[in-house]
Structure formats: C-alpha cells, structure tokens
C-alpha cells in the first residue's frame, strides 16, 4: 500500500479494531511505519485522528481506550504534528487515557512528562466529551481523598508519600509551577463557560477555576454578569462568589451589580433566588437601591420565609429606589397577605389587594374502566402469533389465553398443532438429543420458560421428558419460590406439561378466567366440570378455578354442581355450599427497617393465620409469615391479584414481602396494585401500605398508575383512608419513602377531584409526621402540609388535628410553620 489515505482506510477496517492490547497493537504498526517518509507519516497521522470515533459504551469501555486511538497519538507523538482543530474524539481518548493511569497510579501526578499535554491543552476547553472523562477522574480523586482519611484516622502509612491529584488539581498545579500558561488554561475556562452547556459538562471546569485560585483581575466581570440568567447551576454559584470578591475589590459597578441581582431572581433554582436576596441585603442600601426592583419578583417565590425577607429588605431599600421600582414592587405587592401588604404600603404608597381569581371548577372523581378480557384463541395460527407477541414484562391474562387454547387446540387436532409449532420450537430448544444445556434451575421456575416448556412438551414430547429428568436430577433441594401464591401457578403449568409429556390431552381447562381480574364465573365452570364428564380436572388446575369464583353465588348452582359425578364435583358442591374461603385475619405492623436485609425490607410485617378447617392447601397459602422481601423473581408479582381476586387483603400481605421490588422496579409492577384494586374483597392495612408505596415510586408513570389505583378504591366507595394515612406516615417515618413523593402523588390526586378522600388520609398521616416537642421538622413537610391546606379547603371541611395547633403557635417564618397556620385557620375557620 503506498498512499497515506490506503493505508488509514485498511487501519480502520472492522476486525481490526477489535484488538484487545490497543497500545501492544500501536507499537507493533509504528515499527513497520517508520520506514516511511516524514511527511507521509504525518498525513496518515492527520487522516488518522479524523477518523477517530468518540469514545462509547460504560466508564469501563472508555477507560479501556477507543479503538485506533493509541496509534494515532503515537503517530502525533513521533511526527510533532498538531491535530486538526476537529479531533474531538483524539483529545476526549486523551483525557480518558490519563483519566486511567491516574487510576491505574493513585492519582500520583503524571502530566508533566506527557508528551501530549502542551499540544492538546488548547483543544480541552471545547472537545466534546472531555468533561465525562474529568468528572470520572474527580470522583475518583474524593474516592481516594476519603481513603486515605480513613486511613490517616486508623494510624495505616501511606503507601506514597507524593499527593494525589485530580486532572484539574494536576493542571492548576502546573501552572502555578510555570509549567503550563496559566493564561491559557483561566482563559480556557472562561471560554467554556461561554460556550454554555448543562451541569455535567461545566462542572469539570468550575473545578479548574477553583483550583485556579484567580485573581480579581483575572475575572471576565461582565461576561460573568451577562451568563447568570442561562449558566448552569454550578457555574451560577462560581459566578456569585466571584462576582462577590469583585465587588469587595471595588470591580463591580452599581449597574452590572443591579443587573446581576435582577438575573438571579429570575432563576428557577430558589437557592439562587436566595442568594440574591442575601447578596442585596449585604450591600449599603445607596447601592441596593438601583436592584430593588427586582425584589418584586421574588414576592411570588413560593417560599414564606423568602418573601418575608423580601418585603423587610424592601422598606429598607424604599427611599433608595426610583419610580420604576417603587411602582414594579406596589403592583406585585397585590397578592400578598394583607399584613405584609400594609408594610409595604407604608413604605411604598398605597397598596391595593389584587382581585382575588374565582376559585378552580372541582373535576368529578372519575376512575380508569376495568379491564377488558380479550376473546379466546380461535385456532392454531391465532396461537402461534400469540405465542410470539410474548413480551416483558409479563400479562398474565395472556398466559391464560395461551395455556387455555394451547390445552383446547391440541385435544382437537394434536397433529395440526403439532406440525405449524415444531420448527420454531425445534430450532429454539436446538437439538433434541441434547436437553442439558438447558436444565438449569429458572427453566424450572419462571413462568415465561415453563410456558415454553408446554409448548416443547407438546411437539417434541420425547425431548421434554429427558428435560424434566435433567432438571429433577439437578434440582434445587431448596424451593426458591418463597413467595406461596407463585407456586400455584408453577405447579399448574408443570402440570400440563407432564399431562403433554405422557402423549394424553384434555378437552379444557377449568381455571381460565371469564373476567380480566382474574374472576371465573360459576355456571362457566360448571359447564367446563360438565364438559369433563367422568374425569377428574388437573388438581392444581381445580384448586386455581375454586380461588377465582365470585364471593356470591346463586343458590341454583350448588344444585347443579352437586350432581357432577366425580370427586371435583363433590369438592366443589361443598366449596359453594360453605361460602368460599373465608378472609383470613391479617396483621400489618412496623418491624424494623433496617433487619435482615436492608436492601430489601421496607420495615413493615405482615402475618395471617389460615382459618380453621380448610384443607392443607389452603392452609399454606393464607398463612403469611414476616419475610425479608426476598422472592425469586419479583415480577411475578403481576400475577398474584388474578390468583386470588376476591382475596385482596391477602394478595397485599403478600405483596408487603417484596414491596422494595414493588415500589422501585424500573418495569410495570405498579399494575400489580391497580390490579388489585380492580378486584374484590375486604381492603385494609396491608393493602393501604402497597398503595402508599407506589404513591412515591421514584418514577412520575409508576406514581401516576399507583393514582389510578386510588382512584379507584375511592369511586367504589372501598378507599381504606385511616390505614392509608398511617401507612403513609410510618414508612416515611421508617425512612423507606420519600414524602417529596407522596405529596406530589396526592397533589395530582386533588387536582383529579379526589380532595375529600386526600383529606381523609390526611386526617390520620399529619398527626403522625409532625414534629414532636423539640423535634426537627422532617424534609418535605411544608410541601406536605400545602397539599393538606389545598384538600381541606376544598372538601370545606372543620376537624381538629392533633398537634397542629401547638405547631402554628410556634414563633418563626418557615414553610413548615406558615402552612400550619394556613391548615389550622382552614380547618378551624
């Protein structure tokens, strides 16, 4: 190959650049590639650094080096060329470079004998994805800075006597010893910050500027001031105090200080907002003057205590400001509380109360339509599409759909069936010889797999024995399906595989629901016993069709069912005839959140007792214990509400043991609870605690659906509202939901017209979250007790809260106390 470009082109063909030892790999190349000409080399060098890609993938995969990345810099290095101003991608692999020696070197310093570093040094500023690699190597940097405090506090040597350092703490340090420019690297910063970006990308750089140490003089004062209103957060705070130090030294003129203050109330964060203020309330009041107006804003922050300090600052600032602000702050005066409007009219003429807007039209509480059940699976091509829809996470109602025409389908015309499903579960279960490679213990288990495993079954019978030998042989002696109602539908689907795998089939199945919750109507199962003649149901089968019957039943059908012939028939007749299975009794309480597995308990307990005289099935499945949250495979939990929907109760005190899975799964488990709430029988504690939790999912879709469960509850007239407050109260006073979250979930249910029911939660949870004597207020109260205020006003409604008076009687301006006056004047009014 003699043309630079050929030879860049073949470099960077696919296969090879998937070599493992990147820097093995340059050297050998580089010894081939010295032969060449000067210039040559430096046009491949050039060609090279283009053609490089950003560094991908996790931190790992970065750190490792991009591909072709270690060639081209040794060619930069060997040639002296200088990289093209667009080589990105060559100075972020730079940066991802050192970033791993100072890994690989506990952060000893490195850079001064970098060959790269005087050449590249301009490029950092602005090369998309540096900032990634440098806020990887600061974390770092306080990783190892806590080691070796914990170190120094445990009397253990230092392995090194040389500090460790941060790529920025490194640069700064450079500089300061004459090594680099420090023009070039407070210029670099400047420029950066210019250029905009989020957080994430400015923050590397506000390190650098710290680590600067500048001076006053070295301050772009007025580019500092014009970025305020649209810098990100940390730059704002590395702004303020710089601009601060300026105006110590006599730098900042009343006007660039009157328009910094002016940027910062306009921003969203408060604490900026907050800044502002204190940074005007600092100055003389000659100079705050000219900045008063902005005050006007800050009247409509939000925050009581801000606005407070807001209108003292005000009458102080009123004989300094001019006509502009005396009027901007009279005209936004108009909605505060009259006593603070009347301070300001004081100092400011005459203050008249804004026109107070008609209060918002209360929607109607309305809740989600139950869910539809979709038709039956007609014929074998409908199954097969069915079959491959199967998606993640899983619907149980699909399952059922499946499991009910795959049973039906193979007692009409097994050959049929047969013959259109065999090539594709030939080709996924690979050969039919050979069933070990796949009799490991979850093939056992989930019931994605054993559904599959039905399907094997039926078409390749021979295979799916030697299968269950394989996984009999290997079997966990240990069931780790520890949550019971899970076990019923392991046990139905293995079931029918062994039905399959003896060659026999059945016209139906008894336990397919005629209802989306799960529900089966008696006369339909009836007619299916019926359909069976004189053969006995598949036991798991049997006892899954008897959970699903409705709590009441006609009386004519217990006729009907007593003339069945066989043992099930008997069973059943005297199901109907004893009322079902009676509620359990179940306790839920506070344990401790911090127990067996704190990863995993919530530091709730819940327990039942089975009653007396049901069978030895039965008895297991309603006798919970106290778990440690640990289930196999917690999205099974979508299940458990069509296992028992007229048991809700019971479901939920299930659901308690892995409700750390439930209330922060990243998939759909929420719809566990809507299911739930979509089924019948006693709610209570347990249930009310399941809600709680999903009301504060860390995700706003997960929130909105544990919403829709509430709502719910609440149309059907069934909301558990005391238990939901204390639930609420105890597991964020057990530390295991956030109230931020909770609060937003209920202020969303009061704009849905959910606000008398909100109220009644409320009644019970705000007792049991205020502060106690001299108790600090726990976070998020404030918002907390707004959302209480918005619901008692609209369910205008008088209660005492206990507590809460003593609370409002406190002395002091935060939002905890000021909305404990507004509740208690709601409440009381």
């Not at 020696?101 to 540096?130: E, S, T």
């Not at 699909?398 to 065999?422: C, K, P, S, T």
């Not at 006892?543 to 066989?566: F, G, M, N």
Request: with cysteine; hydrophobic share 45%; charged share 25%.
């Amino acid at each position: 190959m003699g043309g630079a470009a050929q030879v860049a082109a073949w470099l960077n063909r696919r296969e090879l650049r998937r070599v493992r030892d990147q820097k093995a790999d340059a050297a050998l190349v580089m010894s081939v590639l010295r032969g060449r000409p000067e210039a040559w080399r430096q046009d491949l060098a050039v060609r090279l650094v283009k053609r490089l890609r950003p560094p991908a993938g996790g931190t790992w995969w970065r750190l490792r080096g991009g591909p072709g990345w270690e060639l081209a810099a040794a060619l930069v290095i060997d040639t002296g060329v200088e990289p093209p101003p667009e080589s990105d991608a060559f100075v972020a692999g730079w940066a991802w470079q050192v970033t791993a020696r100072h890994r690989d070197n506990d952060g000893r310093p490195l850079l001064d004998d970098d060959p790269l570093l005087d050449r590249l040094l301009p490029h950092l500023f602005h090369a998309q994805g540096v900032a990634t690699a440098l806020a990887v190597d600061e974390q770092d940097s306080r990783l190892r800075q806590r080691e070796t405090s914990r170190h120094q506090a445990l009397g253990v040597p230092a392995r090194d006597p040389r500090p460790s350092l941060s790529i920025t703490a490194e640069l700064a340090a450079l500089a300061a010893a004459g090594r680099l420019p420090r023009k070039t690297l407070v210029d670099g910063c400047a420029s950066r910050f210019l250029a905009g970006g989020g957080a994430a990308e400015i923050a590397p750089f506000v390190t650098l500027w710290r680590h600067l140490e500048t001076t006053v003089a070295e301050i772009p004062v007025l580019d500092f001031v014009r970025l305020l209103p649209s810098g990100a957060s940390p730059f704002v705070e590395l702004a303020l105090e710089e601009l601060r130090r300026a105006e110590a030294a006599g730098a900042l003129d009343d006007e660039l200080f009157a328009e910094a203050i002016g940027a910062l109330v306009f921003r969203p964060e408060k604490k900026h907002v907050t800044a502002a203020v204190q940074w005007l309330a600092t100055g003389s009041p000659s100079r705050g003057g000219g900045a008063a107006a902005a005050l006007a804003h800050v009247f409509d922050a939000g925050v009581p205590a801000l606005r407070d300090r807001a209108v003292r600052l005000a009458v102080k600032l009123a004989p300094h400001a001019d006509d502009d602000a005396r009027n901007a702050i009279r005209e936004a005066a108009g909605g505060l509380p009259d006593e603070l409007r009347e301070r300001l009219a004081d100092a400011f003429g005459t203050v008249p109360a804004a026109t107070q807007p008609e209060p918002a039209a209360v929607p109607d509480l309305t809740a989600p339509r139950p869910p539809m059940l979709a038709p039956p699976l007609a014929s074998a091509a409908e199954l097969a599409a069915e079959l491959g829809a199967l998606r993640w996470p899983e619907a149980p109602g699909q399952y059922e759909r499946i499991l009910a025409a795959l049973v039906e389908l193979a007692h009409r015309d097994r050959e049929e069936l047969v013959a259109l499903l065999e090539p594709r579960w030939r080709g996924t279960w690979g050969h039919p010889d050979n069933p070990f490679p796949h009799a490991y213990a979850s093939n056992d288990r989930t019931t994605y797999v054993l559904l599959s495993r039905c399907v094997l079954a039926l078409v390749l019978p021979d295979y799916s024995r030697r299968l269950t030998t394989a996984l009999a042989e290997r079997a966990d002696p240990v069931d780790h399906l520890d949550v019971l109602p899970q076990r019923l539908v392991v046990r139905r689907l293995r079931e029918i595989i062994h039905l399959f795998e003896r060659g026999v089939t059945i016209p139906l199945l008894l336990a397919t629901p005629t209802a989306a919750t799960g529900h089966l109507d008696p006369e339909t199962l009836i007619d299916r016993m019926e359909r069976l003649g004189d053969a006995e149901p598949l036991e798991a089968d049997f006892q899954q069709a008897l959970l699903r019957l409705p709590r009441q039943v006609e009386e004519s059908l217990l006729v009907r069912a007593e003339k069945l012939p066989t043992r099930a028939g008997r069973r059943l007749a005297g199901w109907l005839r004893d009322g079902g299975l009676p509620d359990p009794q179940v306790r839920c309480e506070m344990g401790d959140p911090h127990g067996i597995n704190p990863a995993h308990t919530s530091g709730v307990r819940a327990s039942t007792e089975a009653p007396d005289g049901v069978p030895d099935w039965l008895r297991e499945l309603c006798s919970v214990r106290p778990a440690n949250g640990y289930a196999a495979y917690p999205g099974d939990v979508m299940w458990w509400p069509t296992i028992m929907p007229s048991h809700r109760e019971l479901v939920a005190a299930y659901m308690i043991q892995v409700l750390r899975w439930l209330a922060t799964g990243s998939d759909s488990r929420v719809d566990a609870v809507v299911a739930l709430a979509h089924g019948d029988g006693p709610v209570g504690r347990a249930s009310a605690v399941t809600l709680a939790a999903c009301l504060a999912h860390p995700r706003p879709v997960q929130r909105a659906t544990a919403v829709d469960a509430f709502t719910i509850l609440a149309v059907r007239g069934q909301l558990p509202a005391a238990d939901l407050g204390w639930a609420v109260a105890q597991l964020v006073r057990a530390g295991t939901v956030s109230l931020k979250r909770i609060t937003a979930a209920l202020a969303d249910l009061i704009a849905a017209g959910a606000h008398a029911q909100v109220w009644q939660v409320l009644t019970t949870a705000v007792p049991l979250l205020l502060p106690v004597g001299g108790e600090k207020a726990r976070g998020g109260l404030g918002e907390f007790l707004s959302v209480a205020v918005q619901a008692a006003v609209l369910a205008r409604t008088r209660a005492e809260i206990p507590g809460l008076a003593q609370l409002a009687a406190r002395k002091g301006s935060s939002l905890v106390l000021q909305e404990a006056r507004h509740l208690q004047r709601a409440i009381t009014s």
